[in-house]
């Protein structure tokens, strides 16, 4: 990654060889223009920064469409002095360049028109607190910035407000405990349209690993209003301080509670994980059932922290939906088939055929992007997914890790009438939850247990959703739960067995 610091100087040069008055003999004379989509973005950084007209610039060495592996053209630095009286302290505003159309002759985004999304959409934000007697920005968001364009790119998969991603390492590559980020709208940058399209500017925040999980466990909007009113955690905002070592709730102990009742009030948007899990077919107590993943042993993939091998995770709003489509059907199905286990950590939202976080008026403009598994999917399905099997009884096994998002699976979106997918990080099996008011899956209320190849689902009725809760709510909590421990109904003819992360 090759970068180098400039001022904003994104032009190109165009010749006029007529004659005229001042030209009389039709020599060139050179003009200075901006590409419109660039220009488009200065200007609505210069209506909040009218006395900064040519700030400091990261730029790639090599662009992208000339072959660099950095898709942002440029980065963007400005000093803001904050609102002392509003609690915002003073602090460094990047913006990029890069992820929408700048130019608008093809080199990197085909045009969709000044109706349709300029390119992917959105341009990245960020704003870090500045230290004290800093007079520089610090040059390393701009990496950070680059790595989430990389992953825009190479995914497609577009980033919007209320999305969360993983990092598991400092922003900065610090001892700092802000290891992870989330996605909202910009504090001051309000939607543009561009000649090529609409540009929406969405700022990343810096979170602590306890406020990711409260994020995955609710929902992201919630928790990025709880982080809000904490002045020193990011304020109205969101301002990232990579010198905060307490998390909100060491800060205020009651946003706890908050959560917890949100989660049992809205349920929960986090659709799926992936871990260590696999199934098999209990209906004959011997060795010879069918057995579906990977059992504890095995070691893992270490984590990687370069977005490409990370799932941004959406924090939309999916209240409205209850079902399980045809279409979200086939979405697992590739999924499985192209054994995503390895490469994600958490498996995406299963959603409709529009993007989640997308208005049903930005389907037309996500069309014609390559299909992803957050986009339009392929009907190819491998034959063994075209059979279902029906079983009598399951039994399912889960690491201490994996086992522990039980709890909230049943909490947080069963008892509101949604589904959850565990997905084995180990091969191409998963076992998906679902509860009675879900349609459109392959389980009945006469058959709970049915599989597609190495696909399981579960139906589970109302009253026997309570009944797990009160029998597996401590086991969210690892560290008093001994492994392996099995639970077992008899009457449901169901079995969990909880196994250690490390065998």
């Not at 190849?453 to 001994?482: C, H, K, M, N, R």
């Amino acid at each position: 990654m090759k970068f180098a610091m400039a001022g904003v100087e994104s032009f190109r040069r165009v010749s006029n060889g007529n004659n005229s008055p001042g030209n009389p003999h039709g020599s060139h004379i050179q003009q200075l223009v901006t590409a419109p989509g660039l220009q488009a973005i200065y200007s609505a950084c210069r209506k909040i920064y009218p006395d900064q007209p040519n700030p400091l610039q990261v730029t790639a060495v090599v662009k992208f469409w000339l072959g660099g592996p950095d898709p942002l053209d440029y980065i963007s630095m400005y000093k803001n002095n904050g609102n002392s009286r509003r609690g915002i302290p003073p602090h460094w505003h990047y913006v990029s360049f890069g992820l929408t159309n700048l130019h608008g002759d093809g080199r990197v985004h085909e045009c969709m028109g000044p109706d349709g999304p300029s390119g992917f959409g959105f341009e990245l934000t960020f704003r870090l607190k500045c230290e004290e007697g800093e007079t520089a920005p610090p040059t390393w968001p701009a990496g950070l910035l680059q790595a989430l364009a990389r992953y825009v790119f190479q995914s497609e998969n577009t980033l919007c407000a209320g999305d969360h991603i993983p990092w598991y390492a400092s922003l900065d590559g610090s001892e700092s405990r802000i290891q992870h980020m989330m996605m909202t709208e910009d504090s001051q940058l309000q939607p543009i349209s561009t000649p090529f399209g609409t540009v929406n500017f969405v700022q990343v925040v810096g979170v602590c690993a306890e406020e990711l999980k409260a994020a995955q466990h609710w929902n992201g909007p919630g928790l990025l209003d709880l982080i809000k009113t904490i002045s020193v955690a990011g304020g109205p905002w969101l301002i990232t301080d990579m010198r905060r070592g307490e998390t909100i709730f060491e800060i205020d102990p009651q946003l706890q509670e908050q959560v917890d009742k949100g989660i049992e009030n809205d349920g929960s948007n986090l659709s799926g994980v992936s871990g260590r899990c696999f199934w098999e077919d209990a209906s004959f107590e011997s060795a010879s059932g069918t057995r579906f993943g990977g059992g504890g042993g095995g070691e893992e993939q270490e984590d990687d922290k370069e977005i490409s091998r990370e799932t941004v995770q959406r924090g939309c709003n999916e209240t409205d939906r209850r079902q399980l489509s045809n279409y979200e059907s086939e979405q697992i199905k590739l999924t499985l088939k192209k054994g995503l286990g390895n490469t994600l950590p958490v498996l995406p939202s299963i959603k409709a055929k529009h993007h989640e976080c997308q208005s049903e008026a930005d389907d037309h403009k996500l069309a014609a992007r390559k299909s992803s598994f957050d986009g339009s999917v392929s009907s190819e399905v491998p034959s063994d997914f075209m059979r279902t099997q029906i079983f009598d009884a399951v039994h399912i096994k889960l690491n201490l890790e994996t086992g522990a998002m039980l709890p909230l699976a049943l909490r947080g979106r069963l008892k509101h009438g949604r589904h959850f997918t565990f997905k084995s990080v180990l091969n191409e099996s998963a076992i998906t939850l679902v509860s009675s008011s879900v349609v459109g899956a392959i389980v009945t209320e006469e058959s709970p247990y049915a599989a597609h190849g190495p696909w399981l689902q579960i139906l589970l009725s109302d009253d026997f959703i309570d009944e797990l809760l009160q029998e597996l709510s401590y086991i969210a909590d690892t560290s008093v739960i001994t492994a392996p421990k099995v639970f077992k109904w008899e009457n449901r003819q169901l079995t969990i067995t909880i196994l250690p992360d490390r065998l």
